[in-house]
Antibody
Framework: QLQLQESGPGLVKPSETPSLTCAVSGGSISSSSYCWGWIRQPPGKGLEWIGSIYYTGTTYYNPSLKSRVTISVDTSKNQFSLKLNSVTAADTAVYYC???????????????????WGQGTLVTVSS | EIVMTQSPATLSVSPGERATLSCRASQSVGFNLAWYQQKPGQAPRLLIYDASTRATGIPARFSGSGSGTEFTLTISSLQSEDFAVYYCQQYNTWPRAFGQGTKVEIK
């Protein structure tokens, strides 16, 4: 059974650039059947998709965060990472890593629903 | 960008009753819609994908319907473990988008 485990700095200061990592176990990150992503949830609020990456390195980002986000994949370590530049208090959230199932449509494969999710890691931005 | 709107924000239901949750997309997403359940302190869990296909291990009391811009999640007979927040999410176009959630609470 595939499992995802996030790791991150916990507490960061404003303007810093934290990096989060998602370790994938029980399956290969290099499968063409899946895409990998990050989703966040500020305390007491809803879910926000941050971005997704294929094992080939192709990325898609939320336009609202695109200028500050970098998602990368390390197939040798079976993990992927999120880097968020110049954080502010508004970036305080639980960050989840997810696997997206690819589906076939209109002559190609596309990234679909998210399952499973990691347990999440809280990143707090505070001085 | 597609905006997902869920209604109502909160739904008060008695155990054993039926709950109907709505999700509307600002433009057509076809059948490319998923539903998730989130309980306090837990990560969301996939319930439904492709608008109406139950994920592995999801009880039959959960059902999804709809296409295009209008979708519904129905819980036929609410159990105590079903009181939670439910999110819809489209995966038809980038950027992916979630609805703001519907909280199902005990009446």
């Amino acid at each position: 059974q595939l499992q995802l485990q996030e790791s991150g700095p916990g507490l960061v200061k404003p303007s810093e650039t934290p990096s989060l990592t998602c370790a994938v176990s029980g399956g290969s990150i290099s499968s063409s059947s899946y895409c990998w992503g990050w989703i966040r949830q500020p305390p007491g609020k809803g879910l926000e998709w941050i971005g997704s990456i294929y094992y080939t390195g192709t990325t898609y980002y939320n336009p609202s965060l695109k200028s500050r986000v970098t998602i990368s994949v390390d197939t040798s370590k079976n993990q992927f990472s999120l880097k968020l530049n110049s954080v502010t208090a508004a970036d305080t959230a639980v960050y989840y890593c997810v696997r997206a199932h690819n589906y076939y449509g209109s002559g190609s494969y596309y990234s679909g629903w998210f399952d499973p999710w990691g347990q999440g890691t809280l990143v707090t931005v505070s001085s | 960008e597609i905006v997902m709107t869920q209604s109502p924000a909160t739904l008060s239901v008695s155990p054993g009753e039926r709950a109907t949750l709505s999700c509307r997309a600002s433009q057509s997403v076809g059948f490319n819609l998923a539903w998730y359940q989130q309980k306090p302190g837990q990560a969301p869990r996939l319930l439904i994908y492709d608008a109406s296909t139950r994920a592995t291990g999801i009880p039959a009391r959960f059902s999804g319907s709809g296409s295009g811009t209008e979708f519904t999640l129905t819980i036929s007979s609410l159990q105590s473990e079903d009181f939670a927040v439910y999110y819809c999410q489209q995966y038809n176009t980038w950027p992916r988008a979630f609805g703001q959630g519907t909280k199902v609470e005990i009446k």
